[in-house]
């Protein structure tokens, strides 16, 4: 059965700059009420160094609170709660993808920037009915008048790459974003 109701609220409105997509919320996450609050995820450490938003601390699980008003959001493809994103069903997809599709064209962001290439593939998959063989960086594919962007995903789960590559990736994003608001 599907729930109604998000494990975690959409930090989303119209005029962001970038917003990332996680898969969906891990359960600590959930149960905390903050997005990638699970104290091994990558996501505010890479976030933090990537110069995208411009502090004077580390970002943490919480600021996503105020981060629409520096241009940035936080959503996910699939709005349930899960120990792992492999817990996820294929109906979870079918129901959540093209929930968070109209949203996301909706609010019209510049960039998406999808924290992961199993999370995108499963999106374009579920929502834009294309089978995608993403690789990280910008994609071919537009959502609305939105660029797509894919970067590593930060849980710990994906040992694959450290800290300083997602951070790098992220970095890539920032660029691409100095690089459209500079041409608008």
Same mark, same amino acid.
């Given at each position: 059965?599907?729930?109604?109701? %998000? ?12 917003? *990332? ?14 997005? *990638? ?5 990558? *996501?505010? %450490? ?7 938003? $411009? ?7 919480? !600021?996503?609170?105020?981060?629409? !008003? ?8 699939? $709005? ?17 993808? %093209? ?49 797509? *962007?894919?970067?590593?995903? %930060? ?30």
């Amino acid at each position: 059965m599907i729930p109604n109701e %998000p494990a975690l609220r959409d930090h989303l409105r119209s005029g962001l700059d970038i917003v *990332f997509v996680g898969i969906n919320p891990g359960a600590y996450s959930a149960t905390v009420g903050k997005y *990638f609050a699970t104290p091994t995820n990558r *996501f505010w %450490p890479a976030l933090s160094h990537s110069g995208i938003v $411009k502090i004077d601390r580390d970002l943490l699980a919480g !600021d996503e609170d105020w981060l629409n !008003d520096v241009g940035v959001g936080v959503t996910d493809v699939v $709005k349930r709660a899960s120990h792992s994103a492999s817990n996820l069903k294929a109906a979870d997809y079918r129901y959540w993808a %093209p929930r968070t599709l109209r949203k996301l064209e909706e609010h019209a962001p510049l960039i998406l920037c999808f924290n992961g290439l199993t999370g995108y593939k499963a999106f374009a998959r579920y929502s834009l009915t294309l089978q995608v063989k993403p690789e990280l960086g910008e994609q071919a594919e537009r959502i609305g008048k939105s660029r797509v *962007f894919v970067a590593p995903n %930060p849980s710990a789960a994906n040992a694959a790459f450290s800290l300083d590559v997602i951070t790098g990736w992220y970095q890539k994003l920032k660029e691409l974003r100095d690089t459209l608001k500079t041409s608008h």
